[in-house]
């Protein structure tokens, strides 16, 4: 086991400009707001959707890409280097991945919510583009940091569900104008399931093994339990998807299953980081974290009942719902609530300057107000698709939103309070 605390060690060293990480999480606020407020717009919408283009779909991929994925973009760029002290090749590369990816996003959303074929087809280019940069640059780390087991394993195989996901999506794309798939409803499913829990998903469970023990300044997990782990959860993907792709139940309950028991190992490990950990009040984002891997407990189990047949529409709907906002959602603003005080903190340090600590920079009462409306969002909204009703929908999407902007909030107050410190002066690596 490892000390990750460890990696912070000549961390500042190895601090990016902030003006790169932020205009990723600049991006994912932005379309954070987006999200929850296309949701309460068209309540109608996202308590029936079964696929196709309209208000739902752009709100679901102003979630994918627009929040998680570009927030994971932030994330590994500035975050890698740190954890594993390689060095990000390519700093201009990193900046021109956002003008492709961020404007591309916004592209893609405004052509599916229109129902319009080209921009669909130009703004999902233009995010294949940026991934592509982000996925050279990201791999390029992780191959040179093989001695960090899990985020090598966890993330190259991300990587690669990443490469799988965005095929898919332009399969879909071209489908849409010309429809020649026999089974555009399943594959849209397993792209669901493989951007969700193979890219996102093994990229949160990877950055776990680093970042939990990090912010309890605790233990790594053991090496032969993340190896447990890791084959569970991706034998679970496959099952799973190729379960769902051919419509045999079995296998995709199978999928369910051992994704259930990679969960169950994975916990184990995170709750013993808290609970040994040397930090022991981590504020609000411990409630998000706990309550983010409740969900996907939750999620996987909605999978498996589904996929026994006890759900009819509601249940792929609830499944996605759970996985998607409930697990990946909460988890990741939970991480973004300690990574962005952190990354403030070390930004505003400079020579005969006193750096905030992260604590001063991350208020309490902001950050409960905005779980309080997370929570009341997915409670409302997930009842709406349960029974098919818009107006909890609709009140759930406008406590999501105000949640939202509160969330903006809080990370507009980190960039004002450390905007001017004087510090050290970054070289970049063109």
Do not use: K, N
């Given at each position: 086991m490892s000390f990750p605390g460890a990696v912070l060690m000549g961390a500042q060293a190895r601090l990016l400009d902030p003006t790169i990480p932020y205009r990723y999480f600049?991006?994912?606020?932005?379309?954070?707001?987006?999200?929850?407020?296309?949701?309460?717009?068209?309540?109608?919408?996202?308590?029936?959707?079964?696929?196709?283009?309209?208000?739902?779909?752009?709100?679901l991929?102003?979630?994918?890409?627009?929040?998680?994925?570009?927030?994971?973009?932030?994330?590994?760029?500035?975050?890698?280097?740190?954890?594993?002290?390689?060095?990000?090749?390519?700093?201009?590369?990193?900046?021109?991945?956002?003008?492709?990816?961020?404007?591309?996003?916004?592209?893609?959303?405004?052509?599916?919510?229109?129902?319009?074929?080209?921009?669909?087809?130009?703004?999902?280019?233009?995010?294949?583009?940026?991934?592509?940069?982000?996925?050279?640059?990201?791999?390029?780390?992780?191959?040179?940091?093989?001695?960090?087991?899990?985020?090598?394993?966890?993330?190259?195989?991300?990587?690669?569900?990443?490469?799988?996901?965005?095929?898919?999506?332009?399969?879909?794309?071209?489908?849409?104008?010309?429809?020649?798939?026999?089974?555009?409803?399943?594959?849209a499913a397993v792209h669901l399931i493989v951007a969700g829990f193979g890219f996102m998903g093994l990229l949160a469970l990877g950055f776990s093994h680093v970042l939990v023990p990090l912010f309890a300044l605790a233990q790594g997990v053991p090496a032969g339990e993340s190896r447990a782990t890791f084959a569970l959860s991706a034998l679970g993907l496959v099952a799973g998807a190729a379960g769902v792709y051919h419509g045999v139940w079995f296998l995709a309950a199978g999928g369910a299953f051992f994704g259930l028991l990679g969960a169950a190992l994975h916990l184990r490990g995170m709750a013993r980081c808290l609970a040994t950990g040397m930090r022991k009040n981590l504020g609000v984002s411990a409630l998000l974290l706990r309550a983010g891997w409740g969900f996907l407990v939750t999620s996987l189990i909605v999978g498996l009942v589904t996929a026994l047949g006890f759900f009819e529409m509601q249940g792929p709907r609830l499944f996605a719902f759970l996985a998607l906002f409930g697990w990946l959602l909460t988890f990741l603003l939970g991480v973004l609530q300690r990574i962005l005080p952190f990354l403030g903190s070390m930004n505003a340090t400079g020579a005969g300057t006193k750096p905030p600590r992260p604590s001063e920079l991350a208020p309490e009462g902001l950050l409960r107000a905005h779980a309080l409306l997370h929570a009341l969002a997915l409670v409302l909204v997930g009842t709406g698709i349960g029974m098919e009703a818009a107006l909890p929908v609709r009140l759930g999407g406008i406590a999501g939103l105000l949640g939202a902007v509160i969330y903006a909030g809080f990370a507009l107050r980190i960039w004002w309070l450390i905007h001017g410190r004087p510090h050290a002066t970054i070289k970049e690596r063109p």
């Open positions: 600049a991006a994912a606020l932005g379309f954070h707001i987006l999200l929850w407020a296309l949701i309460a717009a068209f309540p109608e919408d996202a308590a029936v959707f079964a696929g196709g283009s309209g208000p739902a779909l752009a709100a991929h102003s979630l994918t890409l627009g929040v998680l994925t570009a927030t994971a973009m932030g994330a590994a760029f500035q975050m890698l280097p740190v954890a594993t002290g390689r060095p990000l090749r390519s700093t201009r590369a990193a900046r021109i991945a956002s003008w492709f990816f961020i404007p591309g996003t916004g592209l893609l959303i405004w052509g599916m919510a229109a129902g319009e074929h080209l921009p669909m087809a130009l703004g999902g280019f233009a995010v294949a583009l940026g991934l592509g940069i982000f996925l050279v640059l990201i791999s390029e780390i992780l191959w040179r940091a093989r001695g960090f087991e899990p985020l090598g394993r966890f993330g190259l195989t991300a990587l690669a569900a990443l490469l799988v996901g965005v095929a898919l999506g332009f399969v879909l794309i071209m489908d849409d104008d010309h429809g020649f798939l026999d089974q555009r409803a399943r594959t």
